[in-house]
T-cell receptor, first 114, second 109 residues
Framework: DGGITQSPKYLFRKEGQNVTLSCEQN?????MYWYRQDPGQGLRLIYY???????QKGDIAEGYSVSREKKESFPLTVTSAQKNPTAFYLC?????????????FGDGTRLSIL | SQQGEEDPQALSIQEGENATMNCSYK?????LQWYRQNSGRGLVHLIL?????REKHSGRLRVTLDTSKKSSSLLITASRAADTASYFC?????????FGTGTRLQVFP
């Protein structure tokens, strides 16, 4: 079955540590996105990528970094510069189109501070 | 903030009743989408309505769009306990979506 896989489901970060969240899709989608969701809140865009080897900052990119070396993969690194990383992180992908296409989501990674 | 807003923030109803959620957005759009999120899971796309459409149906879902008021509504008819979830609208802004703050729907058996 096609879909998006996020791993790990739960992740703990120590002070001063960088951690990387994995996102893999087999939907052959060009566009991929990373969102942050805080309790009881909507989604805020961290980074997005329309094609391989290209990505753009979203609304809250500070303290995060991404890479897009392969079409299937869009890992997110939460750096030590992100002072409040505790949140639910969601990865999504969509097919290209003239208007924004529906996005397909993974089941998220919940990041907590130790 | 560019985020849209939804109201109510929370809604509790009995099975069989209808549930209506409203969404307001801030910029001109090509389309508006509605998503559902079960607790602790990712979002699932429900329906997309284009800016030149005023109403769209999908099963028990009815979506309306008023671009002059920058608002949309989602109606779920004959609700079921399984409809319990959070519902989000998302307006498209060039190459990305802007999500609303969501409505938490609880349907009691």
């Amino acid at each position: 079955d096609g879909g998006i896989t996020q791993s790990p489901k739960y992740l703990f970060r120590k002070e001063g540590q960088n951690v990387t969240l994995s996102c893999e899709q087999n939907l052959n989608h060009d566009a991929m996105y990373w969102y942050r969701q805080d309790p009881g809140q909507g989604l805020r865009l961290i980074y997005y990528s329309q094609i391989v080897n290209d990505f753009q900052k979203g609304d809250i990119a500070e303290g995060y970094s991404v890479s897009r070396e392969k079409k299937e993969s869009f890992p997110l690194t939460v750096t030590s510069a992100q002072k409040n990383p505790t949140a639910f992180y969601l990865c999504a992908s969509s097919a290209p189109g003239t208007a924004n296409q529906p996005q397909h989501f993974g089941d998220g990674t919940r990041l907590s501070i130790l | 903030s560019q985020q849209g807003e939804e109201d109510p923030q929370a809604l509790s109803i009995q099975e069989g009743e209808n549930a209506t959620m409203n969404c307001s957005y801030k910029t001109s759009i090509n389309n508006l989408q509605w998503y559902r999120q079960n607790s602790g899971r990712g979002l699932v796309h429900l329906i997309l309505i284009r800016s030149n459409e005023r109403e769209k149906h999908s099963g028990r879902l009815r979506v309306t769009l008023d671009t002059s008021k920058k608002s949309s509504s989602l109606l779920i008819t004959a609700s079921r306990a399984a409809d319990t979830a959070s519902y989000f609208c998302a307006s498209d802004n060039t190459d990305k979506l802007i999500f609303g703050t969501g409505t938490r729907l609880q349907v009691f058996p």
